[in-house]
Antibody
């Protein structure tokens, strides 16, 4: 089981870029896993953001694709999310996740971090 | 990716059984056995309960079971316990993309 820990600013201004990092322990970022993000607006349901393989291959939610970028840092065993041009609807708890390559479910989740978009 | 439809809420008494439905389309739930279910107690992160329609990860009690018929997947919880009170989400994985249902709040009366 991987331990995942999100970090980043809890408050972001409208039109700015949201940046989050997920520190991974228990697994190498270079292992056979997809590392990703799922978000949950307060009081609402889950929304898949996307995921990345250590090779750099990515899959993003089509509704966010124009604003999302993910990356990995093998030296620090972590991965990151950037979401540009944020608005209030991007306010959510952001969870980082692990999905085994070739499988369809999310085996590990971070505890989540709330990001609020407000001026 | 189509949205998955779940009932907003279900309820049951301790010891009873409840079933939560998850309706998709012939292009996702109907065509692939890649439906999973997640449990999210209040204030916590989701945890996988069922994967690939009916498989349980180790450590998940056999009170939780999954099935599928046509475009609708279902999660059944038998022998309800107070600690089962949580939000439940279905998920469909198709062509490397994931979609979630809107979630169902289970109340144990």
């Amino acid at each position: 089981q991987a331990q995942l820990q999100e970090s980043g600013p809890g408050l972001v201004k409208p039109s700015d870029t949201l940046s989050l990092t997920c520190a991974v322990s228990g697994y190498s970022i270079s292992s056979n896993n997809w590392w990703g993000w799922i978000r949950q607006p307060p009081g609402k349901g889950l929304e898949w953001v996307g995921y990345i393989f250590h090779s750099g291959n990515t899959h993003y939610n089509p509704s966010l694709m124009s604003r999302v970028a993910m990356s990995t840092d093998t030296s620090k065993n972590q991965f990151s999310l950037k979401l540009s041009s944020v608005t209030a609807i991007d306010t959510a708890v952001y969870y980082c996740t692990r999905k085994v390559a070739g499988l369809s479910w999310y085996a590990d989740w971070g505890q989540g971090t709330l990001v609020t978009v407000s001026s | 990716q189509s949205a998955l439809t779940q009932p907003p809420s279900v309820s049951g008494s301790p010891g009873q059984s409840v079933t939560i439905s998850c309706t998709g389309a012939s292009s996702d739930v109907g065509s692939y056995n890649r439906v999973s279910w997640y449990q999210q107690p209040p204030g916590t992160a989701p945890k996988v309960l069922i994967y690939d329609v009916s498989n349980r990860p180790s450590g998940v009690p056999d009170r939780f079971s999954g099935s599928k018929s046509g475009n609708t997947a279902s999660l059944t919880i038998s022998g309800l316990q107070p600690e089962d009170e949580a939000d439940y989400y279905c998920s469909s994985y198709t062509d490397s993309y994931t979609s979630f249902g809107g979630g169902t709040k289970l109340t144990v009366l």
